[in-house]
Nanobody
């Protein structure tokens, strides 16, 4: 059983930056494909970014491509999401997710086995 805990959310002005972290425990982190998702008020949860088990391959939603960077440090069992040039539309609860698979980048949330509790990101205009 893998436990995921997100942190790093907060309030930031448009154009600013935040770095989210997702600390994993209870499993072999390096054997998991990881992803970030977000859910804005009144909207469905959506895919943001995904990363291979060793971090050398990534995938992004078009809405964040060029502004967000997903990365992982397997020695620290931690997933990151660096968010730059933030916009008010990025306001959402951000979730990390994990699946015990190596060579896949996963966009579909129903494929993930484990989820964190989420961290709130609010971008003011």
């Amino acid at each position: 059983q893998v436990q995921l805990v997100e942190s790093g959310g907060g309030l930031v002005q448009a154009g600013g930056s935040l770095r989210l972290s997702c600390a994993a425990s209870g499993g072999t982190f390096s054997r998991y494909a990881m992803g970030w998702f977000r859910q804005a008020p009144g909207k469905e949860r959506e895919f943001v970014a995904a990363v291979y088990w060793i971090g050398d391959s990534t995938d992004y939603a078009d809405s964040v491509k060029g502004r967000f960077t997903i990365s992982r440090d397997n020695s620290k069992n931690t997933l990151y999401l660096q968010m730059n040039s933030l916009k008010p539309d990025d306001t959402a609860v951000y979730y990390c997710a994990a699946k015990a698979v190596l060579f896949r980048l996963i966009r579909r949330q129903d494929e993930y086995d484990y989820w964190g509790q989420g961290t709130q990101v609010t971008v003011s205009s």
